[in-house]
């Protein structure tokens, strides 16, 4: 019996030391996930003093491997290029005035969002929404979100489509994402569902419904605090990080594949950017032969009611400016890096 005893109280002394053992190991865990949370908290919040690891490393220095998909024998399209962005910066507009060329052929639906919603529909799904046309046509699609794409996405995209062209829209940071914080705001008014953009609609509305609507979608009703924090939302702080998402697809498609557009020259120098947009995807002639000045004056996707179109007052602009100065800084810092002669507003000046 005593050499029972003696035996079950080192089991019993075993177990102690194995749970101090997982306490320790799961209190390092912790730690290393704080730090970690820490340091993405810092980054995104406008630390740039010590750049991260993915801002260092080289153009077209990618180490990921890129694999082949499984399902590569369905696809029947080769795509020419692709638009990623930026979200609420003209996407809409570039994609009508796209659709003009008679060389040029997208899907009749924007946004296609395959590579981040719909890739289980496979690719085969993917080849049958571009309209049949002639061999010498060249097909394209606008996907905004895309610009935000994880690495292996952009991996795939470069495999699949590696002479692909990659055109990207620079807006004003603080007008891009006060934009499209109105727009979420107008949609979780009506009870739409991610990814669900359409236009107001407000005329298909009674009296009760509209006046309901547009007060809780007035943004007069919201205090700094509310926009500010939808701002450090990761939807919103991401897709002001131009440069550290552009980085990434650099690391796939060189510098001569990516096109960067100031989104100011939709409204200063339509036609000439339109023909810069033809010439870097690889068709035939100007403009001037497929679109009229009418079509290239029309805009797209505005809020349909004046208090839905307020500007932002000037105690936010200050803290938006605040919050954006550093990923304007580095976008400006890259397009310098790339031989691009303009800029974005730096807010030095607010």
């Not at 799961?26 to 980054?43: L, N, P, V, W, Y």
């Not at 996407?91 to 997208?106: A, D, E, G, I, K």
């Not at 979780?188 to 236009?199: D, L, P, S, Y």
Request: charged letters at 30%.
């Amino acid at each position: 019996m005593s050499d029972f005893s003696s035996l079950l109280g080192k089991l019993q002394n075993a177990a102690k030391e194995v749970n101090k053992s997982k306490q320790t190991v799961g209190e390092s865990t912790q730690d290393s996930g704080r730090s970690r949370a820490a340091k993405r908290t810092k980054r995104f919040h406008g630390d740039r003093s010590k750049i991260s690891d993915d801002n260092k490393l080289p153009l077209q220095n990618s180490t990921r491997k890129i694999t082949k998909p499984r399902d590569v024998d369905d696809l029947k399209v080769d795509i020419s290029f692709l638009c990623i962005g930026a979200q609420k910066a003209g996407t809409t507009w570039l994609h009508n005035m796209l659709r003009l060329h008679p060389q040029l052929s997208l899907p009749s639906q924007k946004e296609l969002h395959f590579f981040d919603w719909y890739r289980k529909r496979g690719l085969d799904w993917y080849s049958n929404q571009f309209p049949k046309c002639d061999e010498d046509c060249l097909l394209g699609e606008i996907t905004p979100c895309y610009a935000v794409l994880a690495e292996d996405k952009i991996a795939e995209i470069k495999y699949l489509f590696p002479k692909s062209k990659i055109i990207f829209l620079a807006r004003d940071l603080i007008e891009r994402t006060w934009s499209a914080i109105l727009m979420e705001l107008r949609n979780t008014v009506r009870g739409m569902e991610a990814g669900e953009f359409t236009n107001d609609h407000i005329a298909q509305m009674d009296k009760r419904e509209r006046e309901k609507f547009l007060r809780e979608a007035d943004p007069s009703n919201y205090d700094d605090n509310y926009f500010m924090e939808r701002l450090q939302h990761s939807t919103h702080r991401q897709r002001s990080d131009y440069a550290y998402f552009l980085r990434r697809w650099l690391r796939y498609f060189p510098k001569e594949q990516i096109l960067i557009i100031n989104y100011k020259d939709i409204s200063q120098r339509p036609r000439e950017m339109m023909d810069e947009v033809f010439s870097f995807i690889g068709v035939d002639g100007k403009s001037e032969n497929c679109i009229k000045d009418e079509q290239l004056e029309m805009r797209f996707n505005a809020a349909s009611e004046p208090q839905l179109r307020q500007q932002i007052r000037p105690s936010l602009r200050k803290k938006m400016a605040k919050y954006l100065k550093p990923m304007a800084n580095d976008f400006n810092t890259l397009l310098g890096e790339l031989g691009y002669d303009w800029k974005i507003d730096d807010y030095s000046s607010i």
